[in-house]
């Protein structure tokens, strides 16, 4: 049979994000998969250079849409870090509060694109439906839906009324009931079955091979969560169950978010009941002392890791962040070999992708190439045309 | 164990339901009391410090002295009172991010969050949401 190459993208009704995946196949079923990011490049890091901290925080929270907290929290920590200010454990509550709010958001949204991406509209209805529930509780604490804008360095910016944690554990409550329902609904309805077990099959051993994070490794069998490993915030006080599957399929990633949300629910619940008393925030100084600093976080989505430097001055010298959509990115190819061309949009929307958080720039230089400076490259230039008989020896440039 | 038609008992519930979407335009929305829209400017508070300038995020605030002749004053007992200086301020709108860190850094509480929503325009100039010193209406 012929092999044809079918492009995915870079823009794809079942993409969300620009991002192209070239699709070799034989027949329906797909032998091999290549990947192409850099189509949402913003240029984050470089912007947040030129901006003082507090400005920074505020465009490191709009890497991501949907973990806006994630991100901002993993630099402000940073921050935290390198200032060497202890924050008030009211502040590493709150945070919580809003990372574990941001989670629950962040797998029903998941639920329902993945049901959207099955043919199972019913169930993606419904599940950003009861999504508002969470949305309301995040905009009663932190006044919007999305970019919460609930960290500064140092602590956070509102504190939670007493009257919030009852409304905020009224709906936490009824979202569990709802939650509940859909694991029930997930796990027996057979058109669900049918479409995601054994689909995008990644084993444990590849999984570690590939860096695989987040729910994506969780449901290949690897116990991996920032949240339990290197615990952050208040996470090492809290009682919360590492939900793992071996099931290595969508199916077991679907489990693996399904039972997450109930495990966040539960850390709400023990968090909003227990809110220590004291200060949201203290005062950082405007400029930190040099150093560099690198903390995780465990992101809905999987680790997410920041690293920031400062040289005294005003602004951050250097920022890197690495979303947790890049280390999934290199497992998707694998999951794709073997499956049906019909199966790439849930095989890829399964990893929860987010494709402008991990948009980068890099500079790859492999053997025999080099960096030429703007002399060596008019040089060049020159050569280069001499042999095709035009000389551009005598325009000055310099 | 798969149980088929899993869904049925669901889809007849809600069937019989209100939808749940808001009727936005016909119904207004009201949001939460912490939301964070328009920006309000008081130019009488404002002692021109500029940290709402120096921290926005998008560069959105411009806030400019007015009265750039005045003078500290010396009164005949030999005291001398400082110049009372005077601030106007344009936000632009179509720079904001509506994080509202200008409001949290104000000293004086010159900067306020409201709730007015509905800010998209036709006109580019209608987004220059510009706030003047009662003085120089005045004139």
């Known amino acids: ?398 | 164990m798969a149980r088929p038609l899993k869904a049925l008992g669901e889809v007849l519930n809600n069937l019989f339901k209100k939808p749940a979407t808001s009727q936005y335009p016909v119904k207004k929305h009201t949001p939460a009391e912490r939301y964070r829209a328009r920006i309000k400017f008081t130019p009488e508070e404002c002692i021109g410090c500029n940290i709402c300038m120096r921290n926005c995020p998008a560069n959105a605030i411009t806030i400019k002295q007015i009265n750039l002749e005045a003078k500290p004053q010396t009164l005949p007992d030999g005291k001398v009172v400082p110049a009372k200086r005077k601030f106007k301020c344009v936000i632009d709108l179509s720079r904001c991010i509506y994080c509202a860190q200008c409001v949290d850094g104000c000293p004086k509480k010159a900067l306020k969050s409201t709730d007015e929503f509905e800010l998209a325009a036709f006109d580019k100039k209608a987004l220059q949401d510009e706030f003047k010193h009662p003085d120089e209406t005045a004139k």
């Open chain 1, 1 to 398: 049979m012929p092999k044809i190459t079918v492009p995915l993208g870079p823009q794809h009704p079942a993409l969300k994000e620009p991002g192209s995946f070239l699709l070799c196949l034989e027949g329906e079923q797909i032998v091999d998969a290549t990947l192409r990011l850099g189509y949402n490049h913003r240029g984050v890091e470089k912007a947040a250079e030129s901006r003082n901290y507090i400005q920074a925080m505020y465009l490191i929270e709009r890497v991501c849409g949907i973990c806006s907290h994630a991100h901002a929290t993993a630099y402000v920590m940073n921050v935290e870090e390198l200032a060497g200010a202890d924050v008030p454990k009211r502040a590493k509550a709150i945070r919580v509060i809003i990372g574990e709010l941001e989670r629950l958001h962040s797998h029903l949204l998941w639920l329902g694109v993945a049901a959207h991406e099955i043919g199972f509209d019913t169930l993606f209805m419904y599940s950003w439906r009861d999504r508002e529930m969470v949305m309301d509780a995040l905009e009663t604490i932190s006044g919007n839906r999305v970019h919460y804008s609930m960290n500064t360095p140092g602590g956070v910016r509102r504190d939670i009324t007493a009257e919030q944690v009852k409304t905020v554990l009224a709906k936490v409550e009824a979202l569990e009931r709802r939650i509940k329902y859909y694991i029930d609904l997930a796990t027996q309805e057979p058109t669900v079955i049918a479409r995601t077990k054994g689909v995008g099959v990644l084993p444990k051993d590849e999984a570690v091979k590939r860096c695989a994070a987040g729910p994506l490794a969780r449901a290949s069998g690897v116990a991996r969560d920032v949240r339990k490993d290197d615990p952050y915030l208040l996470y090492g006080e809290l009682d919360f169950k590492l939900i793992t599957s071996d099931a290595c399929d969508v199916f077991g990633r679907l489990y693996v978010r399904a039972f997450e949300m109930l495990e966040s629910c539960k850390i709400l619940k023990q968090v909003l009941n227990w809110l220590p008393e004291g200060a949201i925030s203290v005062k950082i100084p405007v400029k930190l002392p040099p150093g560099q600093a690198v903390n995780r976080y465990e992101a809905p989505r999987g680790e997410d890791v920041h690293y920031l430097k400062s040289d005294g001055g005003l602004n951050p010298a250097r920022v890197k962040v690495r979303a947790p959509t890049l280390a999934n990115f290199t497992s998707v190819d694998y999951m794709l070999k073997g499956d049906q061309l019909a199966d790439a949009a849930i095989i890829i929307a399964a990893i929860d992708p987010c494709f402008s958080c991990t948009d980068r720039a890099t500079i790859v230089t492999p053997a025999g190439t080099g960096i030429m400076s703007w002399r060596d490259m008019r040089s060049h230039g020159i050569e280069f045309y001499k042999k095709k008989g035009i000389d551009f020896s005598k325009v000055k440039v310099f």
